[in-house]
T-cell receptor, first 111, second 114 residues
């Protein structure tokens, strides 16, 4: 079966600290992978998407970056977190036009 | 560019009431349309979808019809339950810059009271 794993579930980090969120998928190969952020009281904002290893497209310029070191691994990073980086981060993958499958999300609070 | 507009929330209903959450869209191509649901503290789950005009998506008593003439995809349920309390997102999937991208609405929070 096809599953998506995302961790950690919650994270509290001080301003200026680094960030690394990991997402892995199982049961498929060469998936299209996405990182979304959901800020409090707002909708979903597409941050990055990747169609293959080493291929990253950024939708919104910011202090976040993404990497895809393996086919089924997608990492969201930051060198120095800002208060405005707080939010709910969702990893997702897509198969054809069947819609997205989302991970369970990471709630990040920057203090 | 593509956009999705949803009705502002929160929407508060009594159990067994009729639900409508409005969604309209703008797109340059022929998008597929989706409704996602996010229960408290969880990620998003696909609720239903429609891939072409006049298609009706349905799941768990929810329905939505792809109306190209009005560029709408309103979500309906005849009798809501407390367990339907969640945030509902309307979304469209379209080709942009050679890639398939999904655009989400801002979400509508539904609260069902006993």
């Amino acid at each position: 079966s096809q599953t998506i794993h995302q961790w950690p579930a919650t994270l509290v980090q001080p301003v200026g600290s680094p960030l690394s969120l990991e997402c892995t998928v199982e049961g498929t190969s060469n998936p299209n992978l996405y990182w979304y952020r959901q800020a409090a009281g707002r909708g979903l904002q597409l941050l990055f998407y990747s169609v293959g290893i080493g291929q990253i497209s950024s939708e919104v310029p910011q202090n976040l970056s993404a990497s895809r070191p393996q086919d089924r691994q997608f990492i969201l990073s930051s060198k120095k977190l800002l208060l405005s980086d707080s939010g709910f981060y969702l990893c997702a993958w897509r198969i054809g036009d069947s819609g997205y499958t989302f991970g369970s999300g990471t709630r990040l609070t920057v203090v | 560019g593509d956009s999705v507009t949803q009705m502002e929330g929160p929407v508060t209903l009594s159990e067994e009431a009729f639900l409508t959450i409005n969604c309209t869209y703008t797109a340059t191509g022929y998008p597929s349309l989706f409704w996602y649901v996010q229960y408290p503290g969880e990620g998003l789950q696909l609720l239903l979808k429609a891939t072409k005009a006049d298609d009706k998506g349905s799941n768990k008593g929810f329905e939505a019809t792809y109306r190209k003439e009005t560029t709408s995809f309103h979500l309906e349920k005849g009798s809501v339950q407390v367990s339907d309390s969640a945030v509902y997102f309307c979304a469209l999937s379209d080709i942009s810059g050679g890639y398939q991208k999904v655009t989400f609405g801002t979400g509508t929070k539904l609260q069902v009271i006993p």
